[in-house]
């Protein structure tokens, strides 16, 4: 069971804009940063966000995040088909010593 | 171009042994903290082990810490994972993963199955 939990699934049409919470504690969010992952099944996750709210060089602009506490939110604009897939929040968590992973969401676009 | 290869995945009956071996290409090897990262099948993504660049500090999931056992080359640049005592639920795809903060750059897995 993970410490980090997310919405199981989140849906939007084509176009509109799609919102991915994570909740943490002050043992996690409270004192790292925050990362997103993208997940199609059969292949490679792919870093979408790091240090809460930073794009590595390739991700669009589409995709954004922010952290507020010890929780965080991945936002996701312009939703296209091929967004559908498994998103991920996780950090490092200082009292387990452990790299967390969120318990995912399943984003549809309809 | 960055380049993470798994290898030694396989059918293995529960109390067996694996080890998984990942090569890397195109990036200083020694650099990074590298990372397994394994998905069960219908379940998310879970954290297994890393093992730090610079200190070589090694970390394990409380679920395989006295059962795995993570370590390095960096002359070869390759990472690995002895895997003992496995169990069922250990049945996953296993994921070599670079990054300390952020696991930045992912191999395509190789599968791990243990049933009898």
């Known amino acids: 069971q993970s410490v980090l939990t997310e919405p199981p699934s989140v849906s939007a049409a084509p176009g509109q804009k799609v919102t991915i919470s994570c909740s943490g504690s002050s043992s996690n969010f409270g004192n790292h940063y925050v990362s997103w992952y993208q997940h199609l099944p059969g292949t490679a996750p792919k870093l979408l966000i790091y240090?809460?709210?930073k794009r590595p060089s390739g991700i669009p602009d589409r995709f954004s995040g922010s952290k507020s506490g010890t929780s965080a939110t991945l936002g996701i604009t312009g939703l296209q088909t091929g967004d559908e897939a498994d998103y991920y929040c996780a950090t490092w968590d200082s009292s387990l010593s452990v790299y967390v992973f969120g318990t995912g969401t399943k984003v549809t676009v309809l | 171009e960055a380049q993470l290869v798994e290898s030694g995945g396989g059918l293995v009956q529960p109390g067996g042994s694996l080890r998984l071996s990942c090569a890397a290409s195109?990036?200083?090897?020694?650099?990074?903290?590298m990372n397994w990262v394994r998905q069960a099948p219908g379940k998310g993504l879970e954290w297994v082990s890393n093992i730090v660049s610079s200190s070589g500090a090694i970390n394990y999931a409380d679920s395989v810490k006295g059962r795995f056992t993570i370590s390095r080359d960096n002359a070869k640049n390759s990472l690995y994972l002895q895997m003992n005592s496995l169990r069922v639920e250990d049945t996953a795809v296993y994921y070599c993963?670079?990054?300390?903060?952020?696991?930045?750059?992912w191999g395509q897995g190789t599968l791990v199955t243990v049933s009898s």
């Open positions: 240090d809460n709210n």
């Open positions: 195109g990036f200083t090897f020694s650099f990074y903290t």
């Open positions: 993963a670079r990054g300390g903060r952020e696991v930045d750059f």
